[in-house]
Protein backbone atom coordinates (compact mmCIF):
# COMPACT_ATOMS: atom_id res chain seq x y z
CA UNK A 1 0.00 0.00 0.00
CA UNK A 2 1.24 3.77 -0.75
CA UNK A 3 2.29 5.12 2.20
CA UNK A 4 0.48 9.07 2.73
CA UNK A 5 2.39 11.40 5.09
CA UNK A 6 0.86 12.12 8.58
CA UNK A 7 1.38 14.95 10.90
CA UNK A 8 1.77 13.87 14.69
CA UNK A 9 -1.23 11.21 16.40
CA UNK A 10 -3.49 12.68 18.47
CA UNK A 11 -4.06 9.41 21.18
CA UNK A 12 -7.39 8.76 21.81
CA UNK A 13 -8.52 9.21 26.22
CA UNK A 14 -10.09 6.18 27.29
CA UNK A 15 -13.34 7.18 29.57
CA UNK A 16 -15.33 4.93 31.63
CA UNK A 17 -18.12 3.40 29.28
CA UNK A 18 -21.50 4.58 30.20
CA UNK A 19 -24.48 2.58 31.28
CA UNK A 20 -26.11 2.98 27.63
CA UNK A 21 -24.89 4.31 23.94
CA UNK A 22 -26.36 7.18 23.29
CA UNK A 23 -29.34 6.92 20.03
CA UNK A 24 -28.84 9.12 17.05
CA UNK A 25 -31.93 11.87 16.36
CA UNK A 26 -33.54 10.27 14.10
CA UNK A 27 -32.60 7.86 10.43
CA UNK A 28 -31.88 10.05 7.70
CA UNK A 29 -32.61 9.45 4.20
CA UNK A 30 -30.70 10.91 1.74
CA UNK A 31 -26.48 11.00 1.35
CA UNK A 32 -24.77 12.96 -0.40
CA UNK A 33 -21.09 12.17 -2.15
CA UNK A 34 -18.41 15.18 -1.50
CA UNK A 35 -15.62 14.32 -3.67
CA UNK A 36 -14.51 12.62 -6.40
CA UNK A 37 -16.00 11.25 -10.22
CA UNK A 38 -19.61 10.89 -8.16
CA UNK A 39 -19.19 14.31 -6.52
CA UNK A 40 -22.40 15.33 -4.88
CA UNK A 41 -24.50 12.31 -6.32
CA UNK A 42 -27.28 11.53 -4.09
CA UNK A 43 -28.12 8.28 -2.41
CA UNK A 44 -31.52 7.58 -1.41
CA UNK A 45 -31.76 5.25 2.01
CA UNK A 46 -34.53 3.52 3.46
CA UNK A 47 -35.35 4.88 6.79
CA UNK A 48 -34.14 2.38 9.64
CA UNK A 49 -33.86 3.41 13.14
CA UNK A 50 -30.56 3.79 13.96
CA UNK A 51 -29.17 3.73 10.99
CA UNK A 52 -26.33 7.14 11.11
CA UNK A 53 -24.65 8.21 7.95
CA UNK A 54 -21.09 9.41 8.40
CA UNK A 55 -21.72 12.76 8.57
CA UNK A 56 -20.04 15.47 5.18
CA UNK A 57 -17.48 16.90 7.34
CA UNK A 58 -16.18 13.62 9.05
CA UNK A 59 -15.84 11.96 5.81
CA UNK A 60 -14.28 15.04 4.28
CA UNK A 61 -11.67 14.57 7.24
CA UNK A 62 -11.53 11.35 6.61
CA UNK A 63 -10.59 11.69 3.15
CA UNK A 64 -8.14 13.79 3.62
CA UNK A 65 -6.26 11.80 6.28
CA UNK A 66 -6.50 8.93 3.41
CA UNK A 67 -5.48 11.43 0.91
CA UNK A 68 -7.74 12.15 -2.04
CA UNK A 69 -6.50 9.98 -4.49
CA UNK A 70 -7.31 6.20 -3.55
CA UNK A 71 -6.36 4.44 -6.92
CA UNK A 72 -4.24 1.16 -6.37
CA UNK A 73 -6.44 1.00 -2.63
CA UNK A 74 -8.67 -1.38 -1.78
CA UNK A 75 -11.37 -1.32 0.48
CA UNK A 76 -13.93 -2.97 2.59
CA UNK A 77 -16.96 -1.13 3.87
CA UNK A 78 -17.48 -3.68 6.52
CA UNK A 79 -21.04 -2.62 8.30
CA UNK A 80 -21.83 -0.25 4.86
CA UNK A 81 -25.53 1.00 6.18
CA UNK A 82 -25.82 3.73 3.59
CA UNK A 83 -22.61 3.23 1.57
CA UNK A 84 -21.33 6.43 2.26
CA UNK A 85 -17.89 5.54 3.18
CA UNK A 86 -17.06 2.58 0.70
CA UNK A 87 -18.69 4.36 -2.56
CA UNK A 88 -16.75 7.76 -1.52
CA UNK A 89 -13.68 5.69 -1.51
CA UNK A 90 -14.72 4.09 -5.05
CA UNK A 91 -15.66 8.19 -6.17
CA UNK A 92 -11.90 8.90 -5.04
CA UNK A 93 -10.45 6.04 -7.43
CA UNK A 94 -10.29 3.15 -4.82
CA UNK A 95 -9.26 -0.05 -7.51
CA UNK A 96 -11.73 -2.43 -5.22
CA UNK A 97 -14.41 -2.14 -2.98
CA UNK A 98 -16.93 -4.08 -1.06
CA UNK A 99 -19.71 -3.32 0.88
CA UNK A 100 -21.18 -5.75 3.02
CA UNK A 101 -24.33 -5.02 4.69
CA UNK A 102 -26.96 -7.88 6.11
CA UNK A 103 -30.50 -6.04 5.60
CA UNK A 104 -32.27 -6.81 2.93
CA UNK A 105 -33.35 -3.80 2.17
CA UNK A 106 -30.03 -1.99 2.71
CA UNK A 107 -28.38 -3.76 0.62
CA UNK A 108 -30.88 -3.81 -2.31
CA UNK A 109 -30.17 0.28 -2.13
CA UNK A 110 -27.05 -0.29 -2.38
CA UNK A 111 -26.83 -2.47 -5.15
CA UNK A 112 -29.36 0.50 -6.55
CA UNK A 113 -26.70 3.26 -5.80
CA UNK A 114 -23.95 1.00 -7.50
CA UNK A 115 -26.01 0.39 -10.56
CA UNK A 116 -26.74 4.07 -11.14
CA UNK A 117 -23.21 5.26 -10.44
CA UNK A 118 -21.76 2.65 -12.70
CA UNK A 119 -19.58 1.72 -10.43
CA UNK A 120 -18.03 -1.71 -11.72
CA UNK A 121 -15.73 -1.82 -9.23
CA UNK A 122 -17.84 -1.73 -5.91
CA UNK A 123 -19.26 -5.16 -4.80
CA UNK A 124 -22.01 -5.62 -2.56
CA UNK A 125 -22.85 -8.57 -0.20
CA UNK A 126 -25.30 -9.54 2.11
CA UNK A 127 -23.57 -10.90 4.90
CA UNK A 128 -22.63 -10.34 8.83
CA UNK A 129 -19.79 -8.12 8.57
CA UNK A 130 -17.60 -10.35 11.59
CA UNK A 131 -18.88 -13.48 9.92
CA UNK A 132 -17.34 -12.57 6.57
CA UNK A 133 -13.96 -10.69 8.16
CA UNK A 134 -13.18 -13.68 10.26
CA UNK A 135 -13.36 -16.19 6.95
CA UNK A 136 -11.84 -13.54 4.33
CA UNK A 137 -8.09 -13.80 3.34
CA UNK A 138 -5.52 -12.46 5.33
CA UNK A 139 -3.81 -9.31 4.00
CA UNK A 140 -6.46 -8.61 1.51
CA UNK A 141 -7.69 -5.08 2.01
CA UNK A 142 -5.58 -1.79 2.11
CA UNK A 143 -8.32 -0.08 4.33
CA UNK A 144 -11.53 -1.19 6.30
CA UNK A 145 -14.29 1.03 7.23
CA UNK A 146 -15.90 0.16 10.43
CA UNK A 147 -19.13 2.23 11.43
CA UNK A 148 -20.64 -0.55 13.62
CA UNK A 149 -24.47 0.58 14.87
CA UNK A 150 -24.07 2.93 17.32
CA UNK A 151 -25.45 0.98 20.08
CA UNK A 152 -22.77 -1.50 19.64
CA UNK A 153 -20.97 -2.09 23.20
CA UNK A 154 -17.45 -2.22 23.38
CA UNK A 155 -17.26 -5.57 23.20
CA UNK A 156 -18.88 -5.63 19.57
CA UNK A 157 -16.33 -2.89 18.76
CA UNK A 158 -13.88 -5.13 20.19
CA UNK A 159 -14.57 -7.83 17.91
CA UNK A 160 -14.87 -6.07 14.82
CA UNK A 161 -11.67 -4.75 15.50
CA UNK A 162 -10.23 -7.83 16.18
CA UNK A 163 -11.67 -9.40 12.73
CA UNK A 164 -10.37 -6.42 10.90
CA UNK A 165 -6.98 -6.64 11.39
CA UNK A 166 -5.48 -9.40 9.70
CA UNK A 167 -7.07 -8.10 7.13
CA UNK A 168 -4.91 -5.57 6.44
CA UNK A 169 -0.94 -5.84 4.56
CA UNK A 170 1.85 -3.87 6.06
CA UNK A 171 0.98 -0.12 5.90
CA UNK A 172 -2.96 -1.17 5.91
CA UNK A 173 -5.83 1.42 8.14
CA UNK A 174 -8.93 1.07 9.43
CA UNK A 175 -11.19 3.79 9.98
CA UNK A 176 -13.51 3.27 13.07
CA UNK A 177 -16.46 5.38 14.18
CA UNK A 178 -17.52 4.41 17.59
CA UNK A 179 -19.60 6.18 20.85
CA UNK A 180 -16.39 6.23 23.13
CA UNK A 181 -12.66 7.10 22.18
CA UNK A 182 -10.37 4.07 21.64
CA UNK A 183 -7.07 4.63 23.54
CA UNK A 184 -3.91 3.23 23.24
CA UNK A 185 -3.85 0.84 25.79
CA UNK A 186 -7.54 0.07 24.31
CA UNK A 187 -5.30 -0.62 21.29
CA UNK A 188 -2.53 -2.64 21.84
CA UNK A 189 -3.30 -5.52 22.52
CA UNK A 190 -5.35 -5.99 19.60
CA UNK A 191 -2.21 -4.67 17.56
CA UNK A 192 -2.81 -1.50 16.69
CA UNK A 193 -2.23 2.26 17.35
CA UNK A 194 -3.95 5.33 17.00
CA UNK A 195 -2.60 7.86 13.71
CA UNK A 196 -6.08 10.07 13.99
CA UNK A 197 -8.73 10.78 16.19
CA UNK A 198 -11.46 13.61 16.00
CA UNK A 199 -14.98 13.89 17.43
CA UNK A 200 -18.42 14.93 15.98
CA UNK A 201 -20.70 15.46 18.24
CA UNK A 202 -21.41 12.00 20.20
CA UNK A 203 -19.10 10.28 17.47
CA UNK A 204 -15.22 9.99 18.38
CA UNK A 205 -13.85 8.90 14.70
CA UNK A 206 -9.92 7.03 14.34
CA UNK A 207 -7.62 6.28 11.82
CA UNK A 208 -6.17 2.97 13.07
CA UNK A 209 -2.61 1.36 11.80
CA UNK A 210 -0.53 -1.75 12.56
CA UNK A 211 1.36 -1.68 15.54
Not at 35 to 60: A, I, M
Not at 163 to 182: F, S
Amino acid sequence: MRRRELAEPVPAQGVPRPSRAPQPARPLGTVRLIGGLYKRSKLQVPDRLGLRPTPDRVRETLFNWLGQDLRGLRCLDAFAGTGALGLEAASRGATAVCLLERDPALVQALRAHVQRLSAAQVQVQQADALAWMRSAAPGAWDVVFLDPPFAATAEAVQAALSAARPLLPAGGLIYLEAPLPWSEAMLQPLGLQVQRHGRAGQVHYHLLGLV
